[in-house]
């Protein structure tokens, strides 16, 4: 394992190829704004940071959230916490995030940074995934890269029992700090690419949700309980390995979007079938109330 120590004597350790590193020697309760400004800058270069043995208390995450931008609830889950920035999920027998995705792509800003605190983990089991989104647009080939980012792809909060918040999203975004190319697809929250058939669409979506989570791309984290984790939802998916048996409490603060940057606007125009509605027409009628409400 490489280690690395930053101005501070942080202690830093790059947990796989391609993203993902624990940072021990710091408390997140006393960050001021120099601290967070480099906690910014290794998470430009790591995507998803770890910082072991916090145990904060709702209130002290919420402070250390706001370093980096506004918070937001979660639109879908409400109720969980009294505090209107944090929310909380329990789950115990599985019954998780077990699907790759980045945080709330059904809304028009996704989600930026989400930090979550493990509060209580499982003894063995509920390990999570991340997926560095760069690394996945950059290894496509590129007549397939190509085409991607002449796409765009509808998003919708189906999981959380209302398809009709819909977003439409580049394929292929521009992140605003590194304005590297990244894949912005995922398995949990896209449902149609707007510009092909939908017969065609299911095929390259399957295609590249499925490359999104090339085992190559990612770095699998074992919790311990007062870990708290961050990560950046513009060029990373994640996943919850829903294994376990055991109660698995978790807090997150989501600091809020921003619309993101296409690499280029779309080259099509939105397809869908304008002939008689047979049968097969029902896969366009989401992408159609979506155009509607636009015009
Ligand atoms: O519980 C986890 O490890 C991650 C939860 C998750 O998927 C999320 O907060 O979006």
């Known amino acids: 394992m490489e280690t690395a120590t930053s101005l501070q004597g942080w202690d830093i350790v790059r947990l796989s190829g391609s993203l993902g590193a624990e940072i021990r020697g710091i408390s997140l309760e006393k960050v001021g704004r120099a601290e967070a400004d480099e906690i910014k800058s290794r998470l430009i270069e790591h995507l ?15 402070s250390f959230g706001r370093h980096f931008g506004k918070l937001e609830g979660h639109p879908n889950v409400v109720g969980s916490s009294e505090l209107e920035e944090l929310f909380e999920l329990r789950a115990s027998r599985g019954a998780i995030a077990d699907e790759w995705h980045s945080d709330l792509t059904c809304q028009p800003q996704p989600s930026v940074l989400s930090i979550l605190n493990m509060v209580k983990c499982p003894s063995v089991g509920g390990d999570t995934l991340w997926a560095n989104m760069y690394k996945a647009y950059d290894e496509l080939s590129p007549p397939l890269q190509e085409l991607c980012e002449g796409l765009t792809a509808l998003h919708d909060a189906q999981p959380h029992g209302k398809p009709e918040n819909m977003s439409v999203h580049p394929v292929v975004r521009v992140h605003p700090v590194t304005k590297r190319k990244s894949l912005f697809v995922n398995e949990h929250f896209t449902r149609r690419l707007v510009e092909m058939s939908h017969a065609e669409s299911d095929i390259l979506l399957r295609y590249l949700t499925r490359w999104a989570s090339n085992p190559r791309f990612t770095v699998r984290y074992r919790w311990s309980a007062g870990t708290i984790a961050m990560w950046d939802n513009r060029c990373t998916q994640h996943y919850v390995l829903d294994d376990f048996e055991e109660e698995r409490i978790i807090q997150r603060v989501t600091v809020m979007g921003d619309e993101p940057e296409a690499a280029r606007p779309p080259r099509w125009e939105p397809y869908v079938n304008s002939g008689a509605p047979g049968a097969a027409g029902r896969h366009d009628r989401q992408l159609k109330e979506y155009l509607g409400r636009q015009s």
């Open 48 to 62: 998803v940071l770890f910082f072991p043995d916090q145990h904060l208390t709702p209130q002290a995450h919420i």
